[in-house]
Nanobody
Framework: QGLLVESGGGLVQAGGSLRLACAAS????????MGWFRQAPGKEREFVAT????????NFADTVKGRFTISRDNAKNTVYLQMNSLKPEDTAVYYC??????????????????WGQGTQVTVSS
């Protein structure tokens, strides 16, 4: 079945940083591509970043490129999202997701088999 649990969300001022973590259990973590998505109030959930199962490749949405980085520690079954230079428009619930089909460049939600419950990130101006 598997379980993903996000942490690290919170309230931060514009220009600040946060690091989100997503701990996985009940699955062979190192065989899954991992992704981060977000959903702002009144908007559809959107892709943020993905990382390949070995961590060798990453992919980012244009809106976060250069500000966010994604990494993983397969020994700890954890994927991270480092968010720098945060903007008010980054305010959203952030979700991590795990998938084994397709590549990290296929960011359709249907490609991800398992989702976390989300963590709130609020950026004040």
């Amino acid at each position: 079945q598997g379980l993903l649990v996000e942490s690290g969300g919170g309230l931060v001022q514009a220009g600040g940083s946060l690091r989100l973590a997503c701990a996985a259990s009940g699955l062979t973590f190192s065989t899954y591509n991992m992704g981060w998505f977000r959903q702002a109030p009144g908007k559809e959930r959107e892709f943020v970043a993905t990382i390949s199962w070995r961590g060798a490749s990453t992919n980012f949405a244009d809106t976060v490129k250069g500000r966010f980085t994604i990494s993983r520690d397969n020994a700890k079954n954890t994927v991270y999202l480092q968010m720098n230079s945060l903007k008010p428009e980054d305010t959203a619930v952030y979700y991590c997701a795990a998938g084994r089909s397709g590549t990290i460049y296929d960011t359709r939600e249907a490609k991800f088999d398992l989702w976390g419950q989300g963590t709130q990130v609020t950026v004040s101006s």
